[in-house]
């Protein structure tokens, strides 16, 4: 959350704005002991952290919210922000909590006791030795240089999302996770503070656990940019001391993080939006790794990772786009936005239209319009038995149900009727109540195969993964 909300922070709307502002965040020195660190490199890193911590719920609250009962004084969510030089884009990069990870020898904080190197999960390393293990570690694992620390608890989170008036999220299907108390319907909805917050701890929405999560948890920051940018919040000096006074009251930075640097970032990235964001997670090895004491956790994948790191080093975008390439991406973006999400890839769906009205022509208008927004028609379209059909029909293999429903939503009004042993291609009969096809989209892009392969890695843009 806090990632975003640092777009926020340095939006820029006037010294006094940001100064007032900036004025109450909490100071930590995670860098005092630091010593052999990785070279500054270009641009900036944040190592952004969210913390588990409730010490200012009661009882109660701690029930309503379903936050468990004590705290473990840990990192519950891990990013590596780096904004670019030139200060036109910012790549996030999720650290999975669960990382099998070696942290340094260190002095523990609270008794001034010498602790040995030890094999732990990422996130334990705030719990022993607090923020300076937690850049010690990082900066030790990636190779990149940690200029700024922020980080930020359940109570700022909350406070920033009621303030900005909640935050729209979307969804193709339901989700539901009873520890978080997450329950979400299909479609598209506008959360509040404590709603957000168990969208964003839900680990037992499915069986991708904490990758679901983190993924859920990078689609909720590309809305809150989107949302902060499109409402004007970056250009209301009052609603952006509010926003800010709610989003830092809470949150801890290291000392280096002043109000004058606060504004210098601002004013390079005035133009700042969710295209500029963007988002990928390390590249694993294995996930599930059982590790005796400390149960069930994920290895990343050491060249991939590396390839990732070194692109941080090197100021190189993680999506890359040519520079001939730019107007179509913009134009790609438009579309997208315009587009209904859907749970199944449209390129997947195989079509076959048929026209059962006395309107000439309509069986090939429908056959390109659906191939334009991603199906696999058949190109041949066909006349129906009958030319008087009234309602449009999708006639489908009941085993390709979530298909259909993809195919239903670029053809609203349309009836679905299960045929067993069709099989896999849809077979569409256009009625008199047709009137145009709805572009669709897959509603979570998979990352670039290309890239992936040439990478190791591959991100996506913050108007990509965010609701449009």
């Known amino acids: 959350m806090f990632t975003a909300g640092g777009v926020l922070a340095v939006g820029g709307c006037g010294h006094l704005v940001v100064a007032g502002v900036g004025s109450g965040i909490d100071r930590v020195d995670p860098f005092g002991d630091l010593k052999n660190r990785p070279s500054a490199g270009r641009g900036l890193n944040f190592l952004v952290v969210g913390v588990d911590r409730r010490d200012g719920f009661s009882k109660e609250e701690r029930h309503r919210y379903r936050l468990g009962g004590a705290a473990c004084n840990c990192t519950d969510t891990m990013m590596l922000v780096h904004l670019s030089e030139d200060r036109k884009r910012a790549s996030v990069v999720s650290l999975p ?58 109570t700022s989170f909350m406070r920033t999302v009621d303030v900005l008036g909640g935050v729209e999220v979307c969804s193709v299907r339901p989700l539901k996770d009873k520890q978080s108390g997450l329950d979400l319907p299909a479609g598209k909805t506008r959360l509040n503070g404590p709603e957000a917050l ?68 601002g004013r390079a990235m005035r133009d700042f939006d969710a295209s500029s964001a963007e988002f990928t997670t390390v590249p694993l090895a294995q996930t599930g790794y059982q590790v ?39 134009k790609e973006r438009e579309e997208r936005r315009r587009a209904v999400p859907v749970e199944v890839a449209p390129a997947t769906i195989r079509v076959q239209v048929d026209n059962g009205t006395g309107r000439a022509g309509l069986g090939h208008r429908v056959d390109t ?8 028609t058949t190109g041949i379209p066909g006349n129906a038995e009958r030319g008087d059909v009234e309602t449009t029909e999708i006639a489908y293999d009941p085993r390709w149900d979530r298909s259909a429903k993809a195919l239903a939503a670029a053809l609203p009004g349309a009836e679905l009727r299960k045929v067993k042993g069709q099989g896999p291609l ?24 290309a890239a992936q392969r040439e990478h190791g890695y591959s991100a996506l843009t913050g108007d990509q993964v965010s609701c449009g």
């Open 97 to 154: 909590r669960d990382t099998y990870a070696v942290l340094p020898a260190h002095t523990d904080p609270a008794t001034g006791e010498r602790r040995p190197e030890t094999r732990q999960k990422l996130n334990a390393a705030y719990t022993r030795g607090g923020p300076g293990l937690t850049v010690r570690t990082v900066e030790r694992m990636t190779g990149v240089h940690v200029h700024h620390y922020l980080e930020v608890d359940f």
């Open 198 to 265: 168990a969208y964003v701890r839900a680990r037992s929405v499915d069986g991708s656990a904490d990758m679901g999560r983190m993924q859920r948890q990078q689609r909720f920051l590309a809305s809150v940019v989107d949302q902060a940018v499109s409402d004007g919040v970056l250009l209301n000096p009052m609603r952006f001391q509010k926003v800010g006074s709610a989003m830092l009251d809470s949150v801890r930075a290291d000392r280096n993080l002043g109000n004058e640097e606060m504004l210098a970032l």
């Open 292 to 330: 005796k004491g400390l149960g069930e956790t994920v290895r990343w994948h050491k060249d991939n990772a590396d390839k990732l790191f070194s692109a941080l080093r090197e100021d190189r975008p993680l999506a890359p786009v040519e520079e001939g390439e730019r107007e179509a991406a913009a």
């Open 369 to 376: 319009e659906l191939r334009d927004t991603g199906f696999q």
């Open 426 to 449: 849809m077979r569409v009969t256009l009625g008199a109540d047709f009137t145009e096809v709805t572009p669709v989209r897959e509603a979570e892009p998979a990352p670039d195969p």
